[in-house]
Nanobody, 122 residues
Framework: QEHLVESGGGLVQSGGSLRLSCAGSGFPLNTNAVAWFRQGPGQARERVSCIGHSGTTYYADSAKGRFTISRDDAKNTVYLQMNDLKPGDAAVYYC????????????????WGQGTRVTVSS
């Protein structure tokens, strides 16, 4: 049975760090691209970062230099390390596995998990 768990969100002060986890069971995360999306209040869901099956990474301009995506194949988990968080990073973050490529946008993601909420206080 396939299962995905997103975790690691929480409340952090501006400038702080969080590490989000996307743990899969019943299916491998390293055979397709895995992306992190986020949706802030009143905003569209946007792609923040992605890691391809070969390990190639992608970052939105807003994430470059602050966020790092990685994958632990032994744990079947994808991480998003977020540093120097800003109030504008506050959102619900969603992991999207099984993507054909890192150019896949939110409209073409088949199913969404519950997400993990990130709150940044100024």
């Amino acid at each position: 049975q396939e299962h995905l768990v997103e975790s690691g969100g929480g409340l952090v002060q501006s400038g702080g760090s969080l590490r989000l986890s996307c743990a899969g069971s019943g299916f491998p995360l390293n055979t397709n691209a895995v992306a992190w999306f986020r949706q802030g209040p009143g905003q569209a869901r946007e792609r923040v970062s992605c890691i391809g099956h070969s390990g190639t990474t992608y970052y939105a301009d807003s994430a470059k230099g602050r966020f790092t995506i990685s994958r632990d194949d032994a744990k079947n988990t994808v991480y998003l390390q977020m540093n120097d968080l800003k109030p504008g990073d506050a959102a619900v973050y969603y992991c999207a596995p099984g993507l054909p490529s890192c150019s896949t946008d939110a409209a073409h993601v088949g199913a969404w998990g519950q997400g993990t909420r990130v709150t940044v206080s100024s």
